[in-house]
C-alpha cells in the first residue's frame, strides 16, 4: 500500500495506492497518522482511486481517519471509491458517518 500526501493551506489529500487489507492497512493508519500530526489539517481528502482490494481494515482506517478529524474539528471526505471497495463501505453504512463522493 502507497500512500502519497500532498499538503497545504490545512488542506490534506492522501492518494492511496494498492491493497488496503490486513498488511497494507497497517503501513496506511501509520502514514495516515504521521501525515496529520505534520499537517494538522482542517479538510483530509482520502483518495481511494488507486486501490484495487479493500477489506474490513479500510474501514478502520476511515474511521480512524474520521476520529482524527474529529479531534482537530476538521473534515474528512472520501472520493474515488472503486466499485469493489464502494461495496464494502455500503455493506457497512460507512456512508452515514463519512461523507464519501
Do not use: C, W, Y
Not at 479538510?43 to 476511515?62: C, P, R
Not at 457497512?92 to 458517518?97: C, E, M, N, V, Y
Request: glycine residues 6%; without cysteine; proline residues 2%.
Amino acid at each position: 500500500m502507497e500512500v502519497e500526501a500532498t499538503s497545504a493551506d490545512r488542506n490534506l489529500l492522501l492518494e492511496m495506492k494498492g491493497e488496503l487489507d490486513h498488511h497494507g492497512a497497517r503501513n496506511a493508519l501509520r502514514e495516515l497518522e504521521l501525515s496529520i500530526d505534520a499537517a494538522l489539517p482542517k479538510k483530509l481528502v482520502l483518495d481511494l482511486a488507486g486501490v484495487t482490494f479493500m477489506d474490513s481494515s479500510g474501514i478502520a482506517l476511515i474511521l480512524r481517519a474520521q476520529q482524527r478529524m474529529q479531534l482537530l474539528d476538521g473534515s474528512l471526505l472520501v472520493r474515488n471509491v472503486p466499485q469493489q471497495a464502494r461495496r464494502v463501505l455500503d455493506a457497512a453504512g460507512i456512508g452515514r458517518l463519512v461523507t464519501i463522493r
